[in-house]
């Protein structure tokens, strides 16, 4: 298989490293021409690192990348792009306000004389890339009139103008309907005909054996296997995925739980384009409990917590705290409610990095210190100084700005701030995201002191293994629904298993 699938694009001892965190250590991948490469791993393995890297989005901290035996450097994408290199991200890069010609050309329009826009070569050969796709769409329709999986077509569309040698993937079904997946894969097939070589990232395990030829499994930046798609199957692919250990975040003793202090009925939130985001989910979550929610990327689970939170106007269903009905509508009569957020970006949305520990600390609870019109600073400061003790919060001083912190404390600031609401439900979204090892065990010792307390815990991950260690009770996600409950004596597979659900079984449901 591998003379006739020659290799197009090599990369060796690949490191990238960010501020705080190295996504990729020392990768070695081989790039096959007319062949499916596909890429699996969970989120944060360093999939897509590597693939902006491909795409020139991103470039090696280390390492180098070889095409044809010469050794190449992208500083702009539109490196990539001038030696055949196209990528469809996830997420859509499409203006809503252009019609579906203009989307597909941007920025490289066919050109009258060199002086004006040939709008009508434009839609021309846009309409013979529908035509190639099998999609009826009209060329000059506004791309925001279409669907979101007829947008996903748009953008693969995008790439196939450029006429790329190396094609990047990742996650292209994830918005496509079962019919729409089979004209993908006989486009896939076509392009592999005429010695293209693709790279496919999915969660989707079932598609990988299906259409891939060769496979490479990333665990948390590395490279946990690499072979040719024969002999591969499913629990091959969860076992290099998560490896054979687990991390240990041990229960230091047995919990114990009350009645439910939170539930959640019928909740949905309309998608873009049809159908919804998060589709009609229903669970409970009982005092003392730590309930996980485990999903891949485009789950829903974020957009769930955003719901109880009451950031999304459009969602339907019925919240309750404590058996009452959660009738606030704002985010701080939510909070006056007893619901408190962890965010999962903790930079951009749960702290204010310019402000002190003790600011940051007090912000959502500035009225336990209110009197009258002014701040009682000296109450304000000994309640910050009794969290700092209370999470173990390592600070020199809490005047000091919260960015001075490392990852793990920053998050304990978080963790802290929510608490000072004093909740009945604590929402937490990816909790360890960012931090490292020790600080993981840290924030997750804390979270287990919290449910001991009485406080029940709603957190959601796509570390597999934090959510098998972690949870009392398990529940998964995948596009927008529950597609599974798990304690967490279950094994990983299954688990995972329910994450990425059969295409077909999806589109019937």
């Known amino acids: 298989m591998s003379d006739a699938h020659p290799i197009g694009l090599t990369i060796r001892g690949g490191v990238k490293v960010y501020p705080g965190t190295r996504a990729l250590k020392g990768v070695d991948f081989d790039l096959r021409m007319g062949a499916v490469n596909v890429l699996v791993g969970e989120n944060g393995a360093g999939k897509s690192t590597l693939m902006k890297v491909i795409a020139g989005v991103e470039s090696l901290t280390e390492g180098r990348i070889e095409m044809g035996g010469q050794e190449v450097s992208f500083r702009s994408k539109a490196d990539a792009v001038a030696k055949g290199i196209g990528i469809v991200f996830q997420e859509l890069n499409l203006f809503p306000n252009l019609t579906v010609a203009e989307n597909i050309f941007i920025a490289r329009e066919p050109l009258r004389y060199g002086i004006d826009i040939d709008a009508a070569a434009q839609s021309e050969a846009a309409r013979k ?62 392009l592999k005909a005429q010695g293209v070589g693709i790279v496919y990232i999915s969660h ?63 909740i949905t939130l309309p998608r873009l384009g049809g159908g919804y985001t998060v589709d009609h989910v229903s669970l409970a979550v009982r005092s003392g409990e730590i309930l996980g929610v485990y999903g891949l990327m485009g789950a ?29 509508r704002d985010v701080t009569g939510r909070i006056a409610r007893g619901l408190a957020l962890i965010p999962e970006d903790r930079k951009r949305d749960g702290l204010v990095q310019i402000m002190a520990i003790r600011e940051n600390l007090t912000l ?11 701040l009682n600073l000296r109450a304000e400061a000994k309640g910050a100084v009794e969290f700092v003790k209370r999470l173990t919060i390592k600070v ?13 404390n920053q998050q ?7 608490l000072m609401t004093e909740p009945k439900i604590l ?20 979270m287990r002191k919290l449910a001991a307390s ?22 998964v996600m995948a596009n927008g629904r529950i597609t599974g409950e798990f304690l967490p004596n279950a094994g990983a597979a299954a688990v995972i298993s329910a994450a990425t659900p059969n295409k077909s079984k999806d589109a019937a449901a």
């Open 204 to 266: 989707r395990l079932d598609e990988l054996i299906r259409i891939g030829d060769y496979i490479t499994v990333l665990r948390d930046g590395e490279i946990t296997g690499a072979q040719s798609m024969q002999g591969v199957d499913i629990p091959w692919i969860v076992k290099a995925m998560i490896g054979e250990g687990s991390k240990e975040f041990p229960r230091v003793e047995a919990p114990v739980f009350g009645d439910d202090v939170f539930s959640a009925k019928e």
């Open 427 to 446: 929402l937490m979204d990816e909790p360890s995201r960012g931090i490292d090892i020790g600080a993981k065990a840290e924030v997750f010792r804390t």
């Open 129 to 190: 890339l529908m035509a190639r796709l099998e999609q009826d769409i009209d060329a000059d329709t506004p791309l925001g009139n279409l669907r979101i999986g007829q947008q996903q077509v748009v953008e693969i569309a995008k790439a196939l103008a450029q006429d790329a040698r190396i094609l990047i993937l990742d996650e292209p079904t994830s918005a496509l309907s079962a019919a729409e997946v089979e004209v993908l894969f006989r486009v896939i097939a076509d």
């Open 300 to 328: 829903g689970r974020t957009e769930f917590l955003e719901c109880a939170m009451g950031l999304h106007p459009m969602a339907r269903g019925q919240f309750s705290i404590e058996g009452k009905p959660l009738t606030e």
């Open 364 to 374: 959502s609870a500035l009225n336990r210190f209110a009197r009258l019109f002014h």
């Open 396 to 408: 020199a001083s809490a005047e000091n700005p919260v960015s001075s912190l490392s990852g793990g």
């Open 454 to 475: 009485g406080l029940g815990i709603l957190f959601v991950t796509s570390d597999i293994e934090e959510v098998m260690a972690l949870s009392d009770r398990i529940i």
């Open 412 to 418: 304990k600031v978080v963790i802290g701030k929510a």
